[in-house]
């Protein structure tokens, strides 16, 4: 099959018509999720003047690498990389590229499609539970199928820009329950007796502390392993490439993600203190319609960003290895494989 026919069949590539504001849509459905719900325990981890760089350092590092991964995805005229692993065997040769890369991708897009299918299951759970005081508990593990049907239903969509209505619906619930944790924690204000030391009592405690608030802060920032395949549904010419369209709805996507999860972050800290839990929903003494406002909306937006994720991670299980024996069948450049990175 030429790489024509094969890239017009697949779902990443099969209409290279998305806006600027799609990939924007993508992007924050694909980086925001429940993780920033545990930004103010990381704070606590790590305490205000660790945890304040930390936050800020962290976004602007990884907006600059997100700025490289745009520029590389035609590193030459008429080439387009669509996948992480052909960006790897244009740098690292056509078989070793395919080891390097697709390895740690699968364990990304792996790992956080078990954390929505848990995240979904759970918030299931609490809204079964507060809604039905009275009925009989269910285990958690049928709510964890209930959302895993639906994304089995979602999967079978013909293309990746079919689901532009989820993943906005997904970016509109980040932006709900973001704003209900921070505005909750700013109008409850700070408990009796708050402490911001630490939260351990030993040495140890504090260094694996410390490493843990660094990890729920990197996970946090997670959604560079979509970046190539978001920018690939995009058109490309010579006077207006992809790149271009796509920095622009990703620059947006970052606002959004900084004014997420900067005021969730110092919110939550600043009222609840080395006390807050690790989901700064069950900190926040609310109204039972709003606690199941915000497992809903939570509910909503993993949906959106699961199918992003699993879009990319099925595609690349399958095509990787096909990938590294016949490249040629991908590209639109049959000698491809051939070239040395420059």
């Not at 909306?297 to 199918?307: D, I, K, L, N």
Request: proline content about 4%; some cysteine.
């Amino acid at each position: 099959m030429e790489g024509k026919n094969m890239n017009d069949w697949l779902p990443i590539t099969k209409s290279r018509n998305a806006k600027w504001w799609n990939s924007a849509v993508h992007n924050v459905a694909a980086m925001v999720g429940a993780g920033v719900l545990g930004f103010p325990y990381a704070m606590s981890e790590l305490g205000w003047c660790w945890g304040v760089t930390i936050l800020i350092v962290s976004w602007i590092c990884t907006l600059y690498t997100a700025w490289q991964m745009i520029q590389m995805h035609e590193p030459e005229p008429g080439k387009r990389l669509d996948r992480y692993y052909e960006l790897g065997q244009y740098a690292f040769g056509e078989k070793l590229g395919v080891w390097i890369v697709v390895p740690q991708q699968l364990m990304v897009e792996v790992s956080i499609n078990i954390i929505y299918m848990i995240t979904g299951g759970n918030s299931l759970m609490k809204i079964h539970q507060i809604l039905c005081d009275n009925c009989e508990p269910i285990k958690r593990t049928y709510f964890i199928m209930m959302f895993a049907s639906v994304q089995f239903v979602l999967s079978h969509l013909p293309g990746f820009n079919s689901i532009s209505g989820i993943s906005l619906a997904a970016a509109v619930m980040s932006l709900s329950y973001s704003a209900i944790a921070w505005i909750a924690s700013f109008h409850r204000g700070v408990v009796p007796g708050v402490e911001y030391g630490s939260r351990f009592s030993t040495d140890a405690g504090n260094v694996f502390g410390f490493l843990g608030g660094l990890g729920t802060m990197a996970f946090g920032y997670a959604g560079h392993n979509v970046v190539l395949e978001i920018q690939a549904t995009m058109p490309s010419t010579p006077e207006k490439p992809s790149k271009i369209a796509m920095w622009r709805g990703f620059f947006v996507a970052y606002l959004i993600v900084a004014m997420l999860y900067f005021p969730i972050a110092v919110c939550g800290y600043w009222a609840f203190g080395n006390t807050v839990e690790d989901n700064i929903l069950m900190s926040l003494e609310k109204p039972r319609w709003l606690i199941v406002a915000a497992n809903v909306f939570v509910v909503v937006h993993v949906t959106g960003s699961y199918q992003i994720c699993i879009a990319f991670g099925v595609l690349l299980l399958v095509l990787a290895p096909i990938g590294g024996l016949r490249l040629h069948d991908f590209t639109h450049d049959p000698s491809f494989c051939t070239k040395e990175a420059a």
